[in-house]
């Protein structure tokens, strides 16, 4: 578990990792909010560094596009 102040970094760099993939594409944020979970369970919580690491996933997310 985080704490409170983790998890609202957590939430907000997913906003803004997410925040121009469309509703239909929730696989995608769900991909990038994984990997975001993943970093901060390894101790990440640089909130660069996450970004990165959301921006990096949410390019390889899996869409009905591709």
């Known amino acids: 578990m985080f704490d409170t102040a983790t998890t609202a970094l957590l939430r ?10 469309s509703l239909r594409e929730i696989g ?3 991909h990038v909010a994984s990997k975001i979970l993943q970093a901060a369970t390894r101790g990440e919580v640089s909130p ?4 990165q ?3 990096q996933a949410l390019s ?3 869409t ?3």
Do not use: F, I, N, Y
Request: aromatic share 4%.
């Open 12 to 21: 907000a760099v997913l906003d803004e990792v997410c925040v121009s993939v």
């Open 28 to 30: 995608a944020c769900t």
């Open 48 to 51: 660069e560094v996450l970004k």
């Open 53 to 55: 690491v959301g921006r």
């Open 60 to 62: 390889q997310a899996p």
């Open 64 to 66: 009905m596009w591709r």
